[in-house]
């Protein structure tokens, strides 16, 4: 049984997970980017976030970015091999004033070649449909945990909203993009009901978030994960949603240290690179030798 999976031996459990991987993926790593185009006084209270407008922490805070600014980081990426391109705002949702300015930057950003993305928080949608017409082509909204721990991490908006965000998404005929944190409090139940939820509703792409605990928010003294236990969650993915994308997202370098190299062996077949909303990722230069280290070729 799939709870059985949380007790098997590690080094099984990633043999598993590296096995499935070479079938459904290959030798092939895809990489993607962000950028924070809108940043913090987001009214809602998700606990592990410093962009919250309730926590006093130390983010840059500014205005909705002009596309020229978006577009210069697309290309950037796009020079260093990245396939996926996100556009990324604080706030549960944004403004019909900024959906439209949101629309620019997408079918501008559109233009460099890259495939463009967002996470915008809580859409209808209609207003998905009118960032698909102006280019968009995936829509993220991660789940974060399970339905049970979700009232723990935040109260401002529901697990619900989460998913008929998704749905709307789905019917739009966008590809969709969503996955959790993990290391907030949430126990090895709540990480296999969400690996159970995203293979339910059949998400393209799955992000694995590993806290890195921010000064001024609720989780600031939170302990990390162990990097073992961070592999596990890897490996238990990949062999719960075998064929999708097991993309490793923030915390990869501060959770996984001198770890980090075994992610592929854990099963996983993608990569955020770069820069992360408020924290230091991995430079582009620094990841593409570390793919060609391995080995492995990049889907461009």
Known sequence: MIKDLVNENFYDLIFQANFLRKIYKGDKV???AIINAKSGKCPGDCIFCAQSSRYKTQIKIYPLLEAEEVVKHAKNAKSHKVKRFSIVTSGIKPSQKELKKIAKIVEETSKTGINVCASLGILKEDEIAYLRDHGLSRLHCNLETSEDFFPKVCTTHS?????????NAKKTGVSICSGGIFGIGENWEDRIKLALKL??????????NFLIPIKGTPLENQSPLSPFEALKIIAIF???LPEKDIRIAGGRLQVLKDFSSWIFLAGANALMTGNYLTTKGNPFENDLRFIKNHELEIVE
Do not use: A
């Open 30 to 32: 895809e990489l993607c």
């Open 159 to 167: 697990y619900q909203d989460k998913l008929k965000t998704l749905e």
């Open 199 to 208: 293979k339910e509703i059949e998400v393209d792409s799955i992000p694995l």
């Open 238 to 240: 990949r062999i719960i």
